[in-house]
C-alpha cells in the first residue's frame, strides 16, 4: 500500500522569506502524480502543484517549486516570497497513474501547518 | 473557486441517525470522490463514483453509501452514525479523462453527539 509521510507538524517563516516543506512517500509503481494541497481556515483543498513522476524537470508554479527525487521518493514544496495568505494546512498526496477505480484515490499525508509571521 | 459546493456547511446528528451529504460539481466532471477528514488528519478516501456508478472504494463500511446524479451532483449517506463519524467530509470531481486532478469541495463538518 502506498502511503505519505510529512514529518514537520508544524513550519514558520517570516513574510517574504523562504520556506521548504518535507515529503517523503513509499511506492511500488513507476508512474504516477504527486501533489501539494493548501487547506487554509476556510478548508477548502486548493491545489498548489502538481508533478508527474515520468518528468524529470522540477514543477514550479510562480513561487512554489517543488524538489522531486524520485529514487529517493522525497517531494518537498519550497515556497518562496512567503506571504500572510500562505498561512494554511499543506498536505502532501500520492495518486497512481492508473485512471480506474481506487486506482485513482489520493493518499495524503497528515499536513503541515504553516504559519507566516511578520 | 473550484466550482465544486457542498451542503450543507455544518451538521450535527446523534448515534444511530442517518445523513445525506451534497455535492455539486461542474458541468463535464463526471468522476466524483469523497473523502473523511478527521481532526488534525489528512482526508481518507471513501468511494469514487463515475458516470453514476461507483468505481472504487476505501476501508469504510456498507453503512457509507453513495449516489451520483446526471447533473453533476452526488451524495454521501450515512447510516447509524457513531460518534467517530464526525469529521469534515469533502468531496472532490474531476473531468472526463483528466482524473489526475481532482477539484475539491469545501466541505461538510458533521458533529455526531
Known amino acids: 500500500a502506498q502511503t505519505v509521510t510529512q514529518s514537520q507538524p508544524e513550519m514558520s517563516v517570516q513574510e517574504a522569506e523562504t520556506v521548504t516543506l518535507s515529503c517523503t512517500y513509499d511506492?511500488?509503481?513507476?508512474?504516477?502524480?504527486l501533489f501539494w494541497y493548501k487547506q487554509p481556515p476556510s478548508r477548502q483543498m486548493i491545489l498548489v502543484i502538481r508533478?508527474?513522476?515520468?518528468?524529470?524537470q522540477n514543477a514550479t508554479e510562480n513561487r512554489f517549486s517543488v524538489n522531486f527525487q524520485k529514487a529517493a521518493k522525497s517531494f518537498s514544496l519550497k515556497i518562496s516570497d512567503s506571504q500572510l495568505g500562505d498561512a494554511a494546512m499543506y498536505f502532501c498526496?500520492?495518486?497512481?497513474?492508473?485512471?480506474?477505480?481506487?486506482?485513482?484515490?489520493?493518499?495524503f499525508g497528515t499536513g503541515t501547518r504553516l504559519q507566516v509571521t511578520l | 473557486e473550484t466550482g465544486v459546493t457542498q451542503s450543507p456547511t455544518h451538521l450535527i446528528k446523534t448515534r444511530g441517525q442517518q445523513v445525506t451529504l451534497r455535492c455539486s460539481s461542474q458541468?463535464?466532471?463526471?468522476?466524483v470522490s469523497w473523502y473523511q477528514q478527521a481532526l488534525g488528519q489528512g482526508p481518507q478516501f471513501i468511494f469514487q463514483?463515475?458516470?453514476?456508478?461507483?468505481?472504487g472504494r476505501g476501508n469504510f463500511p456498507p453503512r457509507f453509501s453513495g449516489l451520483q446524479f446526471p447533473n453533476y451532483s452526488s451524495e454521501l449517506n450515512v447510516n447509524a452514525l457513531e460518534l467517530d463519524d464526525s469529521a469534515l467530509y469533502l468531496c472532490?470531481?474531476?473531468?472526463?479523462?483528466?482524473?489526475?486532478?481532482?477539484?475539491f469541495g469545501p466541505g461538510t463538518r458533521l458533529t455526531v453527539l
Open positions: 511506492t511500488s509503481e513507476s508512474d504516477y502524480y
Open positions: 463514483y463515475y458516470r453514476e456508478e461507483e468505481n
Open positions: 498526496a500520492y495518486r497512481p497513474s492508473s485512471n480506474t477505480g481506487t486506482a485513482s484515490k489520493l493518499t
Open positions: 472532490a470531481s474531476s473531468l472526463e479523462g483528466r482524473k489526475d486532478t481532482q477539484y
Open positions: 508533478q508527474e513522476a515520468y518528468k524529470q
Open positions: 458541468s463535464g466532471h463526471n468522476t
